[in-house]
């Protein structure tokens, strides 16, 4: 497509819940990132995909947190058992090669209340 | 630690009244410092990249330069069309991250 794609805009979910983030990166994007940016705040690395590279998931701050990519095609970031914490804007970003000026999506919104 | 510190936090100006954002980093082995625009609503959006001290880059009214240890993104008589929040990310050694700054919101009022 023509930018990286991410739904849902907006997620409210209960807390306890599992949620699913979509991320459909520019077709031919090698690399691709997940961050998380609070209110007020930058954005935190989470989780680097590279091709067929076992992905970074350095950041990942809990293992109620994962992420899966398909290739070089769309990737989830799941969270289960969201927490209040968790609420945040969730950006997708991919690159052709990686190290460069990245193209972000608009994000999802996730409350959980 | 590599680390990104934006200041200031916030900043109101008077179209036209030109003024420097500033960003300030520490990381081993700089590979690129990066810029970014961030509406409302939206995700960044990719200004410039810099990668050794003395690199200036320009787009219309915005300029950005960098120094070992900071670097400014200069706004030349900038126009209400340029609010936004400003994101700094700097790459280090390690070519799978990239630190963020909280970034600057830059208000300019008619």
């Known amino acids: 497509g023509a930018g990286v794609s991410q739904s849902p805009s907006n997620k409210v979910t209960e807390k306890g819940k599992d949620v699913e983030l979509r991320c459909d990166p520019i077709s031919g994007h090698t690399a691709l990132y997940w961050y998380r940016q609070r209110l007020g705040q930058g954005l935190e690395f989470l ?3 590279q091709g067929n590279s076992a992905p970074d998931k350095s950041g990942l701050p809990s293992d109620r947190f994962s992420a899966e990519r398909t290739g070089e095609s769309v990737s989830t970031l799941t969270i289960q058992r969201t927490q209040q914490e968790d ?3 969730y950006l997708c970003a991919s690159s052709p090669t990686g190290g460069n000026g990245y193209t972000f999506g608009s994000g999802t919104r996730l409350t959980v209340v | 630690e590599d680390q990104v510190t934006q200041s200031p936090e916030a900043l109101r100006l008077q179209e036209g009244e030109s003024s420097s954002l500033n960003c300030s980093y520490t990381v081993s082995g700089l590979r690129g410092l990066f810029w970014y625009r961030q509406d409302p609503g939206k995700g960044p959006e990719f200004l410039f990249t810099l990668y050794s001290a ?8 915005l300029k950005a330069t960098l120094t070992k240890k900071e670097s400014f993104l200069h706004i030349t008589a900038p126009k209400p069309e340029d609010s936004a929040t400003y994101l700094c990310a700097v790459q280090g050694r390690d070519f799978n991250k990239f630190y963020f700054g909280s970034g600057t ?6």
Do not use: C, Q, T
């Open chain 1, 87 to 89: 609420s945040a804007v």
């Open chain 2, 54 to 61: 003395g690199e200036e880059k320009e787009k219309e009214r």
């Open chain 1, 47 to 49: 989780i680097y995909f």
């Open chain 2, 105 to 110: 919101k830059l208000n300019v009022k008619p």
